[in-house]
């Protein structure tokens, strides 16, 4: 069974920095991409960054400069560094795989920024 459990969110003040963490357990098979969505009240769930097997990153354009996506593969584990954390940025993150299994998803971790 594939398990992603996030941690690492809580409560921050405006200009402050959390680090989210995702452990991906289970027979996930060839993992194509890492990748971090966020969901605020009411709203859709929209991606926020992405991670190739080969390294390679890409940000949404209201994160680029204050977050940063990273791998350790010998932990299965995926990062997002945010910094400069924004009232907006307050929302639940999910953790997601594609491999060649299928896609996966964490629990989320909610983040609050407050003003």
């Known amino acids: 069974q594939v398990q992603l459990v996030e941690s690492g969110g809580g409560l921050v003040q405006a200009g402050g920095s959390l680090r989210l963490s995702c452990a991906v357990s289970g027979s996930t098979g060839f993992i194509n991409a890492l990748a971090w969505y966020r969901q605020a009240p009411g709203k859709q769930r929209d991606l926020v960054a992405t991670i190739t097997s080969s390294g390679s990153t890409n940000y949404v354009d209201f994160v680029k400069g204050r977050f940063t996506i990273s791998r350790d593969s010998t932990k299965n584990t995926v990062y997002l560094q945010m910094n400069s954390l924004k009232p907006e940025d307050t929302a639940v993150y999910y953790c997601?795989?594609?491999?060649?299994?299928?896609?996966?998803w964490g629990q989320g971790t909610q983040v609050t920024v407050s003003s």
């Open positions: 997601n795989i594609k491999s060649w299994r299928g896609i996966y």
